[in-house]
């Protein structure tokens, strides 16, 4: 299997996520919005019953966006919705609480974008006790058989763009190696993490074992490349630190693997501040500043994972759960949290460069103009 633990386990208007939940979920299942309790022996449940949301804390666009879709799209689904941050602090203290009082409250289902993977098992178990179904959404949930679904884009896949992204931007600037690079990493505690990070090893890792690409600072290893809470600030500290001990002189870096925009642009800030000339940097997320970044010629790409679809399809799966079916499913054999194989709905990222900018965020209200 290829996500194992071990090898590598990111606003538009309500009515049109409504609609686009809605209309795909009836195409298969016929109209249910009748707003009458339609569970039934197949084990749905009343259509105007409880669903809870717990997602991380605030650290990047697309959580805020994220959190504001599902208020929306729940409510005008017919659901009452309980959506929940976890504190600033990033610490899993919060969410644990948090699920546990969505739990209490009834919840039938509990969709968590967790904050940390690992120690959600207790919550996980208690909301299955009690009857919920839990999806993971975008973070699998480790170490626990007691999750049904997960919903993300295809994180390994992600990893994988990065990584020829990071090679092809190389070549298009400097026509023949060896290519100095340095490596960054999520934070530790975000399953996702060590998948970017295997997917892109999976493409880099080859030319740096010929010799093509060398990591100028030795620094390889997951543990050595972490950032901690994804935290732009703790990036910016150790590109300093790189920069500094590996970097001094004339000798060039010519690219760095960022798995996603915060921590590019946080990374860009520490190159330029420097005085160094900006390395072709990846990223993920399509955040404004980044893809302004983009277009200015600074950050080299990122990642188009369209929040609004991801939580579109979520709230699909919630309203198949409702009427009692099975929710749509199109991978049972990736994503192994160490305790099961989790059915899971994967949707297909898509890279960005300036090149294919325009076309990439054609339908994003928000993105489009920025490519003009």
Known sequence: MRRTITRGIAVIGAAALLALGTACSNEREGSGSTGKDTSDAKGGFAQDGLVGVALPAKTSENWVLAGDLFTNGLKDAGFKA???Y???STTVADQQAQISSMVTKGAKVIVIGATDAAQLSTQVAQAKQAG??????DRLITNTKDVDYYIAFDNFKVGQLQGQALLDGMKAKKAKGPYTIELFSGSPDDNNSKVFFDGAMEVLKPAIDKGDIVVGSGQTDIKQ???????????QSRMDSLLNSTYTGKKTLDGVLSPNDTLARAIITSVKGAGKPVPVVTGQDSEVESVKSIMAGEQYSTINKDTRKLVAETIKMVQSLQKGDKPTINDTKSYNNGSKVVPSYLLPPVIVTKENAAEAYANDPKLSPLTK
Do not use: P, R, S
């Open 82 to 84: 309980d959506v929940q």
């Open 86 to 88: 976890a504190g600033a």
């Open 132 to 137: 919920a179904t839990v999806i993971a959404y």
């Open 225 to 235: 490349t972490a950032t901690q809470g994804w935290k732009a600030e703790n990036a």
